[in-house]
């Protein structure tokens, strides 16, 4: 728990040069209510949304292993978003139910909205060193923009084992 305060502590402490945070902590703060994981959405110096995939690409680049994608508590992620009712709908009054990829990429052009967000998770073999790294890799985002972020590199490695096999 000790680590996971810490990790929470460093992330909302760090802001851009524009006073941005620079992330958006979906759940508890603190450690009231709060398990070992630590749901986050980066943001660049604009307020920005990052792509989380590619966080998770550069992530898996410094051999750092987090998670993304959409919740896995039905409906949290509507909730940690602010999606609702009415602008789920319009995905599933269609007929057919939109794939992840589909749904990712239409509620942020039709919405600006996000559906997935990164996950930290501390625990039992975590230490000291796996978080400062963390923290290390979470400020490299500062100051900059999701321009200059980019999107996930199509074709390349997504994982360090994609990266090591080469």
Do not use: Y
Request: glycine share 10%.
């Amino acid at each position: 728990m000790c680590l996971t305060d810490w990790l929470i502590e460093s992330l909302c402490a760090m802001r851009h040069a524009t006073g941005q945070p620079l992330v958006k902590i979906h759940g508890p703060a603190n450690l009231s209510m709060r398990g070992g994981t630590v749901t986050v959405t980066f943001l660049d110096r604009d307020g920005q949304a990052l792509d989380d995939g590619r966080v998770e690409q550069l992530a898996n680049w410094e051999r750092i292993s987090l998670r993304t994608g959409c919740f896995c508590n039905p409906g949290a992620g509507e909730v940690a978003h602010g999606l609702t009712p009415e602008i789920m709908r319009t995905f599933f009054d269609r007929g057919h139910a939109p794939s992840f990829q589909e749904l990712r990429r239409e509620m942020h052009a039709r919405f600006g909205r996000d559906v997935s967000a990164v996950r930290v998770s501390v625990g039992l073999a975590s230490n000291f060193a796996d978080v400062d790294a963390f923290i290390r890799f979470a400020a490299s985002f500062l100051d900059r923009t999701a321009a200059e972020i980019g999107d996930v590199e199509a074709g390349g490695p997504l994982c360090s084992t994609d990266r090591d096999a080469a």
